[in-house]
Every structure is written in structure tokens, then in C-alpha cells.
T-cell receptor, first 112, second 110 residues
Framework: SQTIHQWPATLVQPVGSPLSLECTVE??????LYWYRQAAGRGLQLLFY??????ISSEVPQNLSASRPQDRQFILSSKKLLLSDSGFYLC???????????FGPGTRLTVL | KQEVTQIPAALSVPEGENLVLNCSFT??????LQWFRQDPGKGLTSLLL?????REQTSGRLNASLDKSSGRSTLYIAASQPGDSATYLC?????????FGTGTSLTVIP
């Protein structure tokens, strides 16, 4: 069966510090991968998605970036965090035909 | 751009009641629609997926319907239980991207 891992589960970082969140998927190959952010009391905001290694689509201009160095690994990064980057970050992947989306457990990021 | 709306934003019902959650979307050119459940501080759990060629899907006490031409979906929960308390989100996809509603927060009162 397929599983998705995200770490860390929680993170508290000072403003201006770097960020690296990692997501890995097991039990499948060539998945579509997604990064979402969920701010308090708000819906899911799609940040990035990837249909293959090295292929990244960005939905929202911001100080975040994403990379996909391996087929089942998706990394969300920032060089300098802002207060507005606080939120719940969710990684997801899609099972094709039909396109069913599954989510990881999420990372709670607090920027102070 | 696709917009997904969920009404009501919050709903409180006594245990045992049947209830309906609504989801509407502006662009009917979708590939499928998916309903999720989110418990506080947790990721999303997939409940049901309806492909664009289907009208409804059922899983246990849950039944989801889709009327693509009118841009609407409903999630019917029968005989609600306190354990059903959570936020319910719907999402539509035309392909690679998924568009989410802001969710309905459901509280089932024992």
C-alpha cells in the first residue's frame, strides 16, 4: 500500500531563518506531488505541484520554493521566513485514473 | 478560474440526525470531485470520489452526489454520530490541479 510521510510534524522558526520541509511517498512511482498551505481559519492554498522529477509548477508568487530531486521526494524551502509563512503545510499525492488525492499528516509551522 | 464554495460554513446537529453538506463550483469542466474530512490539526482524509461520468458514490453512512451541469455536489451523512464531528471539504479537479472549498465545520452533539 501507498503511504506518505512528512517531517517535521511541528516547527518553530524565527523570522529570517531558512526552511526545509520534506515529503516522501512510498509504494508508488511517478506520482503527482503537491504542497498546500492552510492558514488558520482559511481554506487550502495550492503552493506548488509537480508531475515529474525536476518539474515544478508554482501557483502563488512568494518567498517559498519547491524541488523534486527524486521521483518520490518533494521538498519545500525558503531562504528567509516571514511571519506570514506561518501555517499548516500539507503534502499530497495523486493516484491516477481516477485522480484521487491523498494527504500526509502535515507540518505545523510557526514563525516568530 | 474555478471557484469552489461550501455552505454552510458551520453546522451543529444533535446525534442521530441525517444531514446534507453542500458544495458548488463555477466551472463544470471537471474530471472528478472528491470529498475529504479533516480533524483538528490533522491532514485530510479522503472520503469519496465521484468521477465526472458518475452521479453518486456511497460508502457506509455517506452518500455523495454530483450534478456537473449545475455545478453542485452534496454529501449526505445518515444517522450522524459524535465521531463525525470534523471539517468536511470538497475539491474538484480538471486534471493536474485541485481546487478546494473552504469547508463546512460539523459538530454532532451527543
Amino acid at each position: 500500500s501507498q503511504t506518505i510521510h512528512q517531517w517535521p510534524a511541528t516547527l518553530v522558526q524565527p523570522v529570517g531563518s531558512p526552511l526545509s520541509l520534506e515529503c516522501t511517498v512510498e509504494g508508488t512511482s511517478n506520482p503527482n506531488l503537491y504542497w498546500y498551505r492552510q492558514a488558520a481559519g482559511r481554506g487550502l492554498q495550492l503552493l506548488f505541484y509537480s508531475v515529474g522529477i525536476g518539474q515544478i509548477s508554482s501557483e502563488v508568487p512568494q518567498n517559498l520554493s519547491a524541488s523534486r530531486p527524486q521521483d518520490r521526494q518533494f521538498i519545500l524551502s525558503s531562504k528567509k521566513l516571514l511571519l506570514s509563512d506561518s501555517g499548516f503545510y500539507l503534502c499530497a499525492w495523486t493516484v491516477p485514473y481516477p485522480d484521487t488525492q491523498y494527504f500526509g499528516p502535515g507540518t505545523r509551522l510557526t514563525v516568530l | 478560474k474555478q471557484e469552489v464554495t461550501q455552505i454552510p460554513a458551520a453546522l451543529s446537529v444533535p446525534e442521530g440526525e441525517n444531514l446534507v453538506l453542500n458544495c458548488s463550483f463555477t466551472d463544470s469542466a471537471i474530471y472528478n470531485l472528491q470529498w475529504f474530512r479533516q480533524d483538528p490539526g490533522k491532514g485530510l482524509t479522503s472520503l469519496l470520489l465521484i468521477q465526472s461520468s458518475q452521479r453518486e458514490q456511497t460508502s457506509g453512512r455517506l452518500n455523495a452526489s454530483l450534478d456537473k451541469s449545475s455545478g453542485r455536489s452534496t454529501l449526505y451523512i445518515a444517522a450522524s454520530q459524535p465521531g463525525d464531528s470534523a471539517t468536511y471539504l470538497c475539491a474538484v479537479t480538471p486534471g493536474d490541479e485541485f481546487y478546494f472549498g473552504t469547508g463546512t465545520s460539523l459538530t454532532v452533539i451527543p
